[in-house]
């Protein structure tokens, strides 16, 4: 089993960064991990994922080019780079590992086997 905890949200202006970090605890290495994102009155939709040793990575074409999703597996812990920040990235983040054998299906939330709580973030224009 494996337990996920995000820290690193918090208010931004637009243009702004921010950093998310979500640190897990059991076979870290063991999965491939995503990071989410769910905003009032949204569904929960895809940001970013990374394999297991991260050697590839897949991102949400709203994102791509201004988030960096990273992992330090001695450290258990998977990061969320944000720059160029938005009002529309405003949301709760969720990380969440995904131990199904293949990086296939990663942006859809049904192979995510273990969740975080999620961390706020607020853009602001």
């Known amino acids: 089993q494996v337990q996920l905890v995000e820290s690193g949200g918090g208010k931004v202006q637009a243009g702004g960064s921010l950093r998310l970090s979500c640190a897990a605890s059991?076979?870290?290495?063991?999965?491939?991990m995503g990071w989410f994102r769910q905003a009032p009155g949204k569904e929960r939709e895809f940001v970013a994922a990374?394999?297991?040793?991260?050697?590839?990575?897949y991102y949400a074409v709203s994102v791509k080019g201004r988030f960096t999703i990273s992992r330090d597996n001695a450290k258990n812990t998977v990061y969320l780079q944000m720059n160029s920040l938005k009002p529309e990235d405003t949301a709760v983040y969720f990380c969440?590992?995904?131990?199904?054998?293949?990086?296939?299906?990663?942006?859809?939330?049904?192979?995510?086997?273990?969740w975080g709580q999620g961390t706020q973030v607020t853009v602001s224009s």
């Open positions: 969440a590992a995904d131990g199904s054998p293949t990086f296939v299906l990663v942006a859809s939330s049904g192979v995510y086997d273990y």
């Open positions: 059991g076979p870290f290495s063991s999965y491939d």
């Open positions: 990374i394999n297991r040793n991260g050697g590839k990575t």
